[in-house]
T-cell receptor, first 117, second 114 residues
Framework: AQTVTQSQPEMSVQEAETVTLSCTYD???????LFWYKQPPSRQMILVIR??????QNATENRFSVNFQKAAKSFSLKISDSQLGDTAMYFC??????????????FGAGTQVVVTP | DGGITQSPKYLFRKEGQNVTLSCEQN?????MYWYRQDPGQGLRLIYY???????QKGDIAEGYSVSREKKESFPLTVTSAQKNPTAFYLC?????????????FGSGTQLSVL
C-alpha cells in the first residue's frame, strides 16, 4: 500500500514571500502520478499541479512549482510570490499509473498555509 | 458550464437512520468517486465506479452503499451501520486515460449526527 506523509501541519508566510511544503511517499510502483491539491475555506478541492513519475522535469504552473526527487520519494511544492488567496489547506496525493487505479488517490494529511499581509 | 453538483450542502442524520447524498455530473465522465474527509486528515476513498452499473469498494466502504444506474449520477447512502458518519463528503469524476489524470470535485456535503 502507498502512504503519503506531509510533516508540516501548518506554515505561515508573508505576502510576496516564498514557502515550500514537503511531501514524501512510499511506493514500490514505477509508474505513478503525484498531485498537489488546494482546499480553500470554501472547501472546494482545486488541482494545483501534477507530476508524472516518468518525467524528470519538474512541473510548474505559474507561481507554483515542484521539486520531484524520485529516488528519495520526495515531492515538495514551492509557492512563490505568495498571495492572500493562497491561504488554504494543501494536500499531496499519489495515484498509481495503472488503468484500474485511475482516480484512486492516496492523500496526505495536509498542510495549512496561512498568508499574512 | 459543466461540473459536479452535490446536494444537500448540509445533512443531519438521526440514530439508526439511512441518509443519501446526491452527486450529479454533466461532464460526460465515465468514472465517479466518493471520498470522505475528517478534520485534520486527508481524503479517503469510499467507493468508485468506472462504468455504469459497476462499482467497487474503496478503502473505507463499510457502512456505505452506492448505485450507478446512470452515467450522470452516483448517489451515496450512509447506512445505520456506519457508526461514525460525521464527516465532509466529496464526490469526484474523471475521464480515465493518459492525460486525463485530473479529478473534478463537487463542492461537498457536510454530514452531522443529531
Amino acid at each position: 500500500a502507498q502512504t503519503v506523509t506531509q510533516s508540516q501541519p501548518e506554515m505561515s508566510v508573508q505576502e510576496a514571500e516564498t514557502v515550500t511544503l514537503s511531501c514524501t511517499y512510499d511506493t514500490s510502483e514505477n509508474n505513478y502520478y503525484l498531485f498537489w491539491y488546494k482546499q480553500p475555506p470554501s472547501r472546494q478541492m482545486i488541482l494545483v499541479i501534477r507530476q508524472e513519475a516518468y518525467k524528470q522535469q519538474n512541473a510548474t504552473e505559474n507561481r507554483f512549482s515542484v521539486n520531484f526527487q524520485k529516488a528519495a520519494k520526495s515531492f515538495s511544492l514551492k509557492i512563490s510570490d505568495s498571495q492572500l488567496g493562497d491561504t488554504a489547506m494543501y494536500f499531496c496525493a499519489f495515484m498509481k499509473g495503472t488503468t484500474d487505479s485511475w482516480g484512486k488517490l492516496q492523500f496526505g494529511a495536509g498542510t495549512q498555509v496561512v498568508v499574512t499581509p | 458550464d459543466g461540473g459536479i453538483t452535490q446536494s444537500p450542502k448540509y445533512l443531519f442524520r438521526k440514530e439508526g437512520q439511512n441518509v443519501t447524498l446526491s452527486c450529479e455530473q454533466n461532464l460526460n465522465h465515465d468514472a465517479m468517486y466518493w471520498y470522505r474527509q475528517d478534520p485534520g486528515q486527508g481524503l479517503r476513498l469510499i467507493y468508485y465506479s468506472q462504468i455504469v452499473n459497476d462499482f467497487q469498494k474503496g478503502d473505507i466502504a463499510e457502512g456505505y452503499s452506492v448505485s450507478r444506474e446512470k452515467k450522470e449520477s452516483f448517489p451515496l447512502t450512509v447506512t445505520s451501520a456506519q457508526k461514525n458518519p460525521t464527516a465532509f463528503y466529496l464526490c469526484a469524476s474523471s475521464k480515465p486515460g493518459q492525460g486525463n489524470e485530473k479529478l473534478f470535485f463537487g463542492s461537498g456535503t457536510q454530514l452531522s449526527v443529531l
